[in-house]
């Protein structure tokens, strides 16, 4: 019998979750510890698709994947808690927890375009002004909650219809409460550990290890490539030629330092002065000054003016 919290939190179906609601399974599009990800089409509407977690509670595939049915269960309550509230346009829309007969699962919308692994061969500077914002903007909504992801990574950022970076896979993220300021441990996958991290200090901050791994994110997309085995990127980053922005905020990221590391919001205003729709509106509101300033001055130029423009030049 289910207890009153898992009744509110996902729909307990007695029918398969795919018949019920007259879907078929297109493809096989993720795979984990709990089970398949698939893509799902509707019967009659294909244009209606969804992308489907399984939790398996078969025992066969408990064993094949050496996972407890109390683990696969409490992993799935737990994502289901952390993400039937959010709403934002950079995290995974209408996610819906189901109970039905041999499996759980978790329906999400589909993002065609895959995740950011399946970009990175052909990422473009263009390409990651489009993407990067938009994995800020989600984890900042989410640290603004006091939710901790925990698992930021090239594979868990998906892309949209909309060609928007979305974050999506929270099976290990969880939220801080309010008069705690640090935890033992955070991060399941190497090469996006904070160094704090893995010289296992005894409390880290998990909100700065979030951080480090969008920094980590960054360097795959600067250099084309996923990440290395390591926790320090700062001299791979000071040898690389890159844009000055992209340098910016990697520096600021990936400080081993996490006191001086930045924050999602100081990332985020940061990234408001380096948009090309922000630089081109400054430079016409300076031009129209410009303008306005020279059609008010008299004929004949005054010496003093003659002395600032030659050392602004």
Do not use: W
């Not at 994995?135 to 594979?155: P, T």
């Amino acid at each position: 019998m289910a207890s009153d919290m898992e009744s509110d939190i996902a729909l307990h179906l007695k029918a398969d979750y795919f018949d019920f609601f007259d879907l078929s399974i297109e493809k096989i599009i993720g795979s984990g510890s709990t089970g398949d990800v698939v893509l799902a089409v509707h019967n009659t509407y294909p244009d209606i698709n969804r992308a489907v977690k399984r939790f398996s509670l078969k025992e066969e595939d408990l064993q094949k994947r050496n996972i407890s049915l109390e683990r696969v269960k409490k992993l799935f309550y737990h994502e289901v808690e952390m993400v039937r509230d959010l709403d934002h346009p950079n995290i995974v829309r209408r996610s819906n927890g189901i109970v039905c007969p041999g499996y759980l699962a978790i329906a999400m919308d589909y993002c065609p375009l895959g995740t950011l692994v399946d970009h990175l061969k052909k990422m473009t500077s263009e390409r990651i002004d489009k993407f990067f914002p938009g994995v800020v903007a989600g984890v900042e909504y989410l640290h603004s909650l006091r939710i901790v992801h925990g698992d930021i990574k090239l594979q868990n950022i998906f892309i949209n219809a909309d060609n928007e970076a979305v974050l999506g896979d929270f099976g290990v993220s969880f939220k801080m409460p309010e008069n705690v300021q640090g935890v033992k441990s955070v991060g399941s996958t190497m090469g996006y550990f904070a160094p704090e991290v893995l010289k296992k200090k005894p409390s880290v901050d998990p909100f700065k290890c979030d951080s480090y791994a969008v920094g980590v994110v960054l360097r795959c997309l600067v250099k084309r490539r996923r990440p290395g085995y390591t926790s320090d990127y700062m001299e791979e980053i000071r040898s690389t030629k890159m844009e000055d922005k992209f340098r910016y905020f990697l520096e600021r990221l990936l400080c081993r330092d996490p006191c001086k590391r930045s924050t999602m919001s100081e990332v985020q205003r940061s990234l408001i002065e380096f948009t090309p729709d922000r630089y081109t509106l400054e430079l016409s509101r300076k031009r129209c000054l410009e303008d306005i300033s020279n059609s008010s001055m008299p004929q004949q130029k005054k010496p003093t003016h003659k002395r600032s423009a030659s050392s602004s030049s």
